[in-house]
T-cell receptor, first 116, second 116 residues
Framework: KQEVTQIPAALSVPEGENLVLNCSFTDSAIYNLQWFRQDPGKGLTSLLLIQSSQREQTSGRLNASLDKSSGRSTLYIAASQPGDSATYLCAVKWADSGGSNYKLTFGKGTLLTVNP | ETGVTQTPRHLVMGMTNKKSLKCEQHLGHNAMYWYKQSAKKPLELMFVYNFKEQTENNSVPSRFSPECPNSSHLFLHLHTLQPEDSALYLC???????????????FGPGTRLTVL
């Protein structure tokens, strides 16, 4: 069974700081890993998706890395802004015991606050 | 906007009430999902429908009853809920059937449910 852990649970930084959010997973046999953003009371918005064969993906100020062998991913946010304040969720896609049915397992998320 | 809408956005109900949550996707997708998001817990997958057929029920109590009349609409009928059922209920859809490796889910904004 796959378990996904996100550390820290909450993070508060001043505006302009570069920061890293962490995600770890217990089973390295994943298909892909996805980072989502969730604003308070809202649904999930996909930020970056990294296939298992990739090492990183970039979109604007966001860079996500994947190290499958160690079961880790990081989301790097450069020059943070107050508008980046949200909960960031990591989700891992993996195949269950039969190998043909893929499931998506989420972490609990990291609540990021960027202070002006 | 992700193309997935949910109504109502907020719902307060008593333990003896009967209510329904509605989800509609405008993306022409073939699979729809209900998730539960409780405070300090990861998203929990509740139900999955592929081509209007329920393919997954993750041990959800019978007081939650899903209905998928067509591939664009998904309902969650609620009756005799408990206070611990208070949570954000998220709907998602995907072009490819659930369980496929390459399907990507798009989420609605959620319904914030409070059970008194």
């Amino acid at each position: 069974k796959q378990e996904v852990t996100q550390i820290p649970a909450a993070l508060s930084v001043p505006e302009g700081e570069n920061l890293v959010l962490n995600c770890s997973f217990t089973d390295s046999a994943i298909y892909n890993l996805q980072w989502f953003r969730q604003d308070p009371g809202k649904g999930l918005t996909s930020l970056l998706l990294i296939q298992s064969s990739q090492r990183e993906q970039t979109s604007g100020r966001l860079n996500a890395s994947l190290d499958k062998s160690s079961g880790r991913s990081t989301l790097y946010i450069a020059a943070s802004q107050p508008g980046d304040s949200a909960t960031y969720l990591c989700a891992v896609k993996w195949a269950d015991s039969g190998g043909s049915n893929y499931k998506l397992t989420f972490g609990k998320g990291t609540l990021l606050t960027v202070n002006p | 906007e992700t193309g997935v809408t949910q109504t109502p956005r907020h719902l307060v109900m008593g333990m003896t009430n009967k209510k329904s949550l509605k989800c509609e996707q405008h993306l022409g997708h073939n699979a729809m999902y209900w998730y539960k998001q409780s405070a300090k817990k990861p998203l929990e997958l509740m139900f999955v429908y592929n081509f209007k057929e329920q393919t997954e029920n993750n041990s959800v109590p019978s007081r939650f009853s899903p209905e998928c009349p067509n591939s664009s609409h998904l309902f969650l009928h609620l009756h005799t809920l408990q206070p611990e059922d208070s949570a954000l209920y998220l709907c998602a859809s995907s072009q490819d059937p659930a369980g496929y490796s390459y399907n990507e889910q798009f989420f609605g904004p959620g319904t914030r449910l409070t059970v008194l």
